[in-house]
């Protein structure tokens, strides 16, 4: 497995807590680095998982960010993955111990595609006692994102589309996750 930073110490959580719940799991784009782009290129689409300790991006996508990807990137946003729109994800810690450390021989497509995102350098693994600031807003009027510093490097995120007219009319006047943006603020705070 590709070490990507600290993943083997999320691993290391994993294991100690294969039950462990998501505090929330949404589709986004996501890339490391604070500045946003204007459309979603330069990003890339997955899973971000919040658990107690940390903020986790899985992506199966492997192709460096840019124009050219941004066509897949749209159409991946509204497929049918494993990565649950805008739903929480019950069991996640387990799918990625199942996928990661299990002893199955025969592992699911859901597990491989968990183990193929664990594998990819394009994920990353932020510890939240790391945090030092974080950013919610929209960006031209409409499209919700977040911003993290950390002690060590930056991330930005993107809200993805929405597939129905009730989630294009949220993303345009709700709010994006507000109960789990509230708990990366409040640990952000409490890092400062």
Same mark, same amino acid.
């Given at each position: 497995?590709? @070490? $990507?930073?600290?993943?083997?110490?999320? +691993? $290391?959580?994993?294991?100690?807590?294969?039950?462990?719940?998501? !505090?929330?799991?949404?589709?986004?784009?996501?890339? #490391?680095?604070?500045?946003?782009? =204007?459309?979603?290129?330069?990003?890339?689409?997955? %899973? #971000?998982?919040?658990?107690?300790?940390? +903020?986790?991006?899985?992506?199966?996508?492997?192709?460096?960010?840019? +124009?050219?990807?941004?066509?897949?990137?749209?159409?991946?946003?509204?497929?049918?993955?494993?990565?649950?729109?805008?739903?929480?994800?019950?069991?996640?810690?387990?799918?990625?111990?199942?996928?990661? #450390?299990?002893?199955?021989?025969?592992? $699911?497509?859901?597990?491989? @595609? !968990? *183990? @193929?995102?664990?594998?990819?350098?394009?994920? /990353?693994?932020?510890?939240?006692?790391?945090?030092?600031? =974080?950013?919610?807003?929209?960006?031209?009027?409409?499209?919700?994102? %977040?911003?993290?510093?950390?002690?060590?490097?930056?991330?930005?995120?993107? *809200?993805?589309?929405?597939? $129905?007219?009730?989630?294009?009319? &949220?993303?345009? /006047?709700? &709010?994006?996750?507000? @109960?789990?943006?509230?708990? %990366?603020? #409040?640990?952000?705070?409490?890092?400062?």
């Amino acid at each position: 497995m590709a @070490e $990507s930073q600290h993943q083997s110490e999320f +691993l $290391s959580f994993i294991q100690a807590n294969p039950k462990a719940m998501t !505090i929330a799991a949404f589709s986004a784009f996501g890339k #490391v680095g604070r500045n946003l782009p =204007v459309v979603y290129a330069g990003m890339h689409v997955g %899973l #971000v998982a919040i658990f107690p300790d940390w +903020l986790t991006f899985l992506t199966i996508e492997k192709d460096n960010p840019g +124009l050219g990807l941004a066509g897949k990137q749209f159409a991946k946003a509204y497929a049918e993955m494993w990565l649950d729109k805008g739903k929480e994800v019950f069991g996640l810690a387990g799918l990625i111990y199942d996928a990661t #450390v299990g002893k199955q021989k025969e592992q $699911s497509k859901q597990q491989r @595609e !968990i *183990r @193929e995102a664990m594998e990819n350098p394009q994920s /990353f693994f932020i510890p939240l006692r790391l945090l030092r600031t =974080v950013e919610t807003g929209k960006q031209l009027g409409a499209t919700h994102y %977040l911003r993290i510093e950390t002690t060590e490097r930056d991330y930005a995120f993107i *809200r993805t589309p929405e597939r $129905s007219l009730f989630g294009a009319l &949220d993303q345009i /006047f709700g &709010d994006w996750h507000p @109960e789990a943006m509230a708990y %990366l603020r #409040v640990i952000a705070a409490c890092h400062a």
